[in-house]
């Protein structure tokens, strides 16, 4: 009893969630479950499911990528190639960011222009745009983008705990840029992989 009762903690914490990019409604559905089960007796009990649910909610929301706390003022529509670069892997993908009313659109495609990824950020949400598959490491690197394009002067108000010197701006614990132009920059994630970013003209390299 005791080891499907783990299991099922198991279950409910980890595959799920990360496929939706940690999103609350799938540990909504995990509150729902552990809900299900005959109420606990006693304050201990009850602190004990209330402990439960707040760990649940919180990993929900360290999960997700940070959005800023109003849209940045970027130039759009940008085009950008993106080499994500991991041991001896690359792949190159061509990005278009274009401002779509009332939100942003990211339309990332390989250099075959085959679609990788697709989303919309609507009032600081992510939401599929299209038919393709939960892609949660392109909404991350959408996310991390985001922040490296925000302009200088906007990032403090935008990203709390965030900081910038000269050529290097960090959101610590999370993502490390490296500029070399404002819209050509290396960016880091803490266990990988590195993604290369510049912006796209003429034909695709």
Same mark, same amino acid.
């Given at each position: 009893?005791?080891?499907?009762?783990?299991?099922?903690?198991?279950?409910?914490?980890?595959?799920?969630? #990360?496929?939706?990019?940690?999103?609350?409604?799938?540990?909504?559905?995990?509150?729902?479950?552990?809900?299900?089960?005959?109420?606990?007796?006693?304050?201990?009990?009850?602190?004990?499911?209330?402990?439960?649910?707040?760990?649940?909610?919180?990993?929900?929301?360290?999960?997700?990528?940070?959005?800023?706390?109003?849209?940045?003022?970027?130039?759009?529509?940008?085009?950008?190639?993106?080499?994500?670069?991991?041991?001896?892997? #690359?792949?190159?993908?061509?990005?278009?960011?274009?401002?779509?009313?009332?939100?942003?659109?990211?339309?990332?495609?390989?250099?075959?222009?085959?679609?990788?990824?697709?989303?919309?950020?609507?009032?600081?949400?992510?939401?599929?745009?299209?038919?393709?598959?939960?892609?949660?490491?392109? #909404?991350?690197?959408?996310?991390?983008?985001?922040?490296?394009?925000?302009?200088?002067?906007?990032?403090?108000?935008?990203?709390?705990?965030?900081?910038?010197?000269?050529?290097?701006?960090?959101?610590?614990?999370?993502?490390?840029?490296?500029?070399?132009?404002?819209?050509?920059?290396?960016?880091?994630?803490?266990?990988?992989?590195?993604?290369?970013?510049?912006?796209?003209?003429?034909?695709?390299?």
């Amino acid at each position: 009893m005791f080891i499907a009762s783990r299991l099922k903690y198991q279950t409910c914490g980890s595959g799920l969630a #990360r496929e939706s990019g940690g999103s609350v409604n799938i540990n909504a559905e995990c509150i729902a479950a552990f809900a299900s089960k005959p109420a606990p007796t006693g304050v201990v009990g009850v602190l004990r499911l209330l402990l439960v649910v707040a760990a649940l909610l919180l990993s929900a929301c360290a999960g997700r990528a940070p959005l800023p706390v109003h849209n940045p003022d970027l130039s759009l529509p940008l085009q950008l190639h993106i080499q994500r670069l991991q041991a001896e892997n #690359r792949q190159d993908w061509v990005l278009v960011i274009q401002r779509e009313e009332p939100g942003i659109r990211w339309s990332m495609m390989d250099l075959l222009g085959i679609p990788q990824a697709r989303q919309k950020l609507i009032d600081k949400t992510w939401e599929s745009d299209g038919f393709l598959p939960p892609n949660p490491e392109a #909404r991350e690197l959408f996310a991390a983008l985001l922040f490296a394009l925000t302009p200088k002067d906007e990032l403090a108000a935008n990203y709390p705990g965030a900081w910038q010197h000269g050529k290097q701006r960090s959101l610590p614990e999370r993502w490390d840029i490296r500029y070399a132009q404002p819209q050509n920059f290396e960016l880091q994630f803490p266990k990988g992989p590195t993604y290369q970013v510049t912006p796209l003209s003429g034909e695709t390299p």
